[in-house]
């Protein structure tokens, strides 16, 4: 017992002198790298080629969210499109997601997963169209329940005959 108490000591005495042993006693978690904080916005064309061989672009496909308080920083603006627009039979890194190792990801990510709704293909018909299609179904549906509501729909069934009259069940013993 006494030489545990005396490890303990040891290792603490080491720890607070020497900042390596203490980083190898942290849990390892990575909940938060700093590579993926995006960096402050940039200023001069130097910082917007470095953040974009950063994030893997190339300088003309480059664009940055505005400087507008949101926090985005140098992270790139990427295009509306949802995941379900993309090619489905292109050999990706990660199929699940449809998308390759080290591609940037969207800052509104879970708006576009293949979960949600997009608007990746053209509508078939206008939106008028549609309009008039439901309201129109809707209101032939309207005008035969109002139509037949007077007319009152039942199973005809006749009472039912037994052979005699009187009580057709008993409680005492025979």
Not at 82 to 111: C, Q, S
Not at 151 to 164: G, L, T, W
Request: proline share 9%; glycine share 6%.
């Amino acid at each position: 017992m006494a030489a545990l108490i005396k490890g303990f000591k040891l290792a603490s005495k080491l720890s607070s002198k020497n900042s390596a042993l203490l980083a190898l006693g942290v849990r390892q978690a990575h909940g938060w790298n700093k590579d993926f904080k995006p960096g402050k916005f940039p200023e001069t064309d130097k910082e917007r080629e470095a953040a974009a061989r950063k994030y893997g672009l190339h300088p003309a496909e480059y664009n940055v969210y505005p400087n507008d308080g949101t926090g985005y920083g140098d992270y790139p603006k990427l295009p509306d499109t949802p995941v379900e627009a993309r090619d489905p039979y292109y050999p990706y890194d990660f199929p699940e997601l449809k998308r390759n190792l080290h591609d940037p990801m969207h800052a509104a990510t879970p708006l576009w997963s293949e979960d949600r709704f997009g608007s990746a293909e053209p509508l078939r018909f206008s939106m008028k169209f549609y309009w008039l299609s439901f309201l129109g179904v809707m209101t032939a549906c309207f005008v035969v329940y109002f139509w037949l509501e007077d007319y009152k729909m039942f199973r005809p069934v006749m009472q039912k005959q037994y052979p005699h009259k009187g009580p057709h069940y008993t409680f005492e013993d025979k």
